[in-house]
């Protein structure tokens, strides 16, 4: 099984509002990453959580909030976003810190009002 | 700066034609060349990949060359169908799960 799943699979806010992105993996994987997708752009990385604990941050503004609970759970938490923010939100995970296979999961289409 | 640079930007075959997109990197500490296929409104899923210490992976109908010495590396896709239709993105990484994307490659096969 090399499923990530992501919750929700869409999400309209407004400005003021403060909601989470969820992923989820059951494949062992201890790296989880939050990606940024425009449209008709590649992938641009967010953050990378190994062994839970946040190793990467690619000066990533404090309106994003990310969150590791346990090694299979990747939270994202969104407050006071602008509606530039509005993308496909993905989610990947890979099997440690060092190895290179990353799975992705089917993104959450975030629009900001 | 874009570490990744790939090419064409689109791409247009009939059906049973080889389309080819092309990669090129600039930091030779990249050690794994990997390719994704992404349809629209879906995550973007592994394809093929490749290290610099062989010169040509094929799986099925897809293959990747690789130049080290040119820093380059290629995908071909042998028969492409309809189905094929999608956007691929060359990437690279250097061991530490910092992995750089291509632009991406929106390719067409026409029936």
């Known amino acids: 099984d090399t499923e990530v799943t992501q919750t929700p699979k869409h999400l309209v806010m407004g400005m003021t509002n403060k909601k989470s992105l969820k992923c989820e993996q059951h494949?062992?994987?201890?790296?989880m990453y939050w990606y940024k997708q425009k449209a008709k752009k590649p992938p641009e990385l967010m953050f990378v959580?190994?062994?839970?604990?946040?190793?990467i941050n690619e000066s990533v503004p404090s309106r994003f909030s990310p969150e590791c609970p346990n090694s299979s759970l990747l939270n994202l938490h969104l407050h006071a976003l602008q509606p530039e923010d509005s993308a496909l939100y993905l989610c990947?995970?890979?099997?440690?810190?060092?190895?290179?296979?990353?799975?992705f999961g089917p993104g959450t289409r975030l629009t900001v009002l | 700066q874009q570490q990744v640079k790939q090419s064409p930007q689109s791409l247009i075959v009939q059906k049973g034609g080889i389309p080819i997109i092309n990669c090129a990197y600039e930091?030779?500490?990249?050690?794994?060349f990997p390719w994704y296929q992404q349809f629209p409104g879906k995550g973007p899923a592994l394809l093929i990949a490749?290290?610099?210490?062989?010169s040509e992976k094929k799986e099925g109908r897809f293959t990747i060359s690789f130049n080290k010495s040119a820093k380059q590396f290629s995908l071909h896709i042998m028969d492409s169908q309809p189905g094929d239709s999608a956007t691929y993105f060359c990437?690279?990484?250097?061991?530490?799960?910092?992995?750089?994307f291509g632009a991406g490659t929106r390719l067409t096969v026409k029936p």
């Open positions: 990947a995970s890979s099997q440690g810190y060092n190895t290179d296979t990353q799975y």
């Open positions: 494949m062992g994987h201890r790296a």
């Open positions: 959580y190994s062994y839970e604990k946040l190793s």
């Open positions: 930091n030779t500490a990249f050690d794994y």
């Open positions: 490749i290290r610099p210490d062989v």
């Open positions: 990437a690279a990484s250097k061991g530490n799960n910092d992995m750089r």
